[in-house]
Nanobody, 121 residues
Framework: QLQLVESGGGLVQPGGSLRLSCAAS????????IGWFRRAPGKEREGVSC????????NLADSVKGRFTISRDDAKNTVYLQMNDLEPGDTDVYYC??????????????WGQGTQVTVSS
């Protein structure tokens, strides 16, 4: 019943854009900090961006600074990740996660299934 569902991934060309969505059900998303994470085969999970309960955002990866923007719409119980100027290195499965404890997504407790992002020409 407590679920996070990611959507919006797909195949895009380098320089393109995608907007990922993380929709919550079974709990109120506004009571959590929400982070976006990514992982490719053979690599460790990497934090991408985090948004606190109050709406403040934190970049978790230097490689996405200036390109990715996290936002939340508590009325829709949804968090977004706008990804611009995508690069092949952004190819990963992207996950959202809810953190009930910290403002910086350092203790994510609830995870979505992930959505695949592939950047290729």
């Amino acid at each position: 019943q407590l679920q996070l569902v990611e959507s919006g991934g797909g195949l895009v060309q380098p320089g393109g854009s995608l907007r990922l969505s993380c929709a919550a059900s079974g709990f109120t998303l506004g009571h959590y900090s929400i982070g976006w994470f990514r992982r490719a085969p053979g690599k460790e999970r990497e934090g991408v961006s985090c948004i606190s309960r109050s709406g403040g955002s934190t970049n978790l990866a230097d490689s996405v600074k200036g390109r990715f923007t996290i936002s939340r719409d508590d009325a829709k119980n949804t968090v977004y990740l706008q990804m611009n100027d995508l690069e092949p290195g952004d190819t990963d499965v992207y996950y959202c996660a809810a953190d009930p404890y910290t403002s910086y997504c350092r203790a994510p407790s609830y995870w979505g299934q992930g959505t695949q992002v592939t950047v290729s020409s």
